[in-house]
């Protein structure tokens, strides 16, 4: 068997105060998240953040920094996340969500249940963020 973690990719975006999550379909209920996904074949993981955020929010995102990276064990399949922040540069509240998400919500930190969260790394995303951790996206290298 060969073992290979599942890459994904998270957008921590605040804005006055507030963070955009996703409401979405999980096997374990309806749960919250950052706009966040897989990284798909072919592109950096700041391609893929822009990407996820789009489909899963409607909102257009510019990745200005890393937050952080993080690992998490669930069971037998361990997930490493990338997690970015950056800014909205538009809306489309027209757009077709991906299938599973219900609606993309602004809310402040006390609003969010840490209970309702996809994974610990949402909460442990924001914390970071929060804390003023934010590393240069040149942190990251991409070849093609």
């Given at each position: 068997?060969?073992?290979?973690?599942?890459?994904?990719?998270?957008s921590?975006?605040?804005?006055?105060?507030?963070?955009?999550?996703?409401?979405?379909?999980?096997?374990e209920?309806?749960?919250?998240?950052?706009?966040?996904?897989?990284?798909?074949?072919?592109?950096s993981?700041?391609?893929?953040?822009?990407?996820?955020t789009?489909e899963?929010?409607?909102?257009?995102?510019?990745p200005?920094?890393?937050?952080?990276?993080?690992q998490?064990?669930?069971?037998?399949?361990?997930?490493?996340?990338?997690a970015?922040?950056?800014?909205?540069?538009?809306?489309?509240?027209?757009?077709?969500?991906?299938?599973?998400?219900i609606?993309?919500?602004w809310?402040?930190?006390g609003?969010?249940?840490?209970?309702?969260?996809?994974?610990?790394?949402?909460?442990?995303?924001?914390?970071?963020?929060?804390?003023?951790?934010?590393?240069p996206?040149?942190?990251?290298?991409?070849?093609?």
């Open positions: 068997m060969i073992w290979k973690p599942n890459v994904t990719v998270a921590v975006i605040e804005s006055d105060g507030k963070f955009l999550l996703v409401e979405e379909h999980t096997p209920g309806i749960l919250y998240n950052q706009p966040a996904g897989h990284l798909e074949p072919g592109e993981l700041m391609e893929g953040a822009i990407r996820e789009l899963e929010s409607g909102y257009g995102f510019e200005r920094a890393v937050v952080g990276i993080y998490w064990r669930k069971r037998d399949t361990t997930y490493l996340r990338f970015f922040a950056g800014r909205i540069t538009h809306h489309e509240p027209e757009r077709k969500l991906d299938e599973g998400i609606a993309a919500h809310l402040t930190p609003e969010i249940r840490k209970d309702r969260l996809r994974s610990p790394m949402v909460w442990r995303a924001m914390e970071d963020f929060l804390s003023g951790m934010r590393y996206l040149d942190i990251i290298t991409t070849w093609r």
